[in-house]
């Protein structure tokens, strides 16, 4: 889980996405101290911004920053210090991996539609997926369920045309990254890459 701290371009405030608004026009905030929460149409948390941050915390970096468990203790000391009780209890695992596609197989009810078993190192993961290029033996980059994508996406398990699909298998654009036109559908990695492996872009 990424959060973002630009204090020379939007001020001294860390910002901690959780939820894509599914209307960005019905957004409510609820301010207690320095955190600001950030809530949807149906009460749902998308995420908080932390004025001062600074004050609260130690940040070395900006622009988007890894969610530590350090940093993410010091979030929760803050919340108790003013009595707000969320649940802070996020999975810190890495979202981006480098996966092997062990599988690929015809989907049986689309034409355009593969189904991927992909290795990421700690499982198996049975990935639906529309990419032309994508094949068996191919190392490739996985956004994980709870992933969030560079566009606001987050990924979740789905069914496409009747068949589970946990995570998605990048294109270069789908990641945010410079495309040749040529370098149409998946990024496909080199052999250097290793299964499992966080993906850092």
Not at 160 to 169: A, C, E, H, T
Not at 174 to 199: R, T
Request: glycine share 8%.
């Amino acid at each position: 889980m990424d959060v973002f701290y630009n204090p020379a371009g939007i001020g001294d405030v860390l910002i901690m996405p959780i939820e894509q608004a599914a209307d960005r026009y019905d957004v409510t905030h609820k301010s207690i101290g320095p955190i600001t929460k950030i809530l949807g149409k149906d009460n749902n948390i998308l995420g908080y911004n932390i004025f001062q941050a600074s004050l609260h915390f130690d940040l070395q970096e900006t622009g988007k920053i890894r969610l530590t468990e350090e940093l993410l203790d010091q979030i929760k000391q803050l919340f108790n210090q003013y009595e707000l009780n969320d649940s802070l209890d996020f999975d810190l695992s890495p979202k981006f991996v480098v996966g092997y596609v062990l599988e690929k197989k015809q989907h049986e009810n689309a034409d355009k539609l593969s189904v991927c078993q992909v290795d990421v190192g700690n499982e198996v993961l049975q990935i639906v997926c529309g990419a032309a290029n994508v094949d068996k033996n191919q190392k490739v980059v996985v956004a994980k369920n709870g992933a969030i994508m560079p566009s606001g996406l987050k990924i979740k398990p789905t069914k496409l045309r009747g068949v589970p699909s946990n995570g998605m298998i990048c294109s270069k654009k789908e990641l945010g990254l410079p495309q040749k036109p040529e370098e149409k559908g998946i990024y496909v990695l080199d052999a250097s890459y290793q299964a499992g492996d966080e993906f850092a872009f």
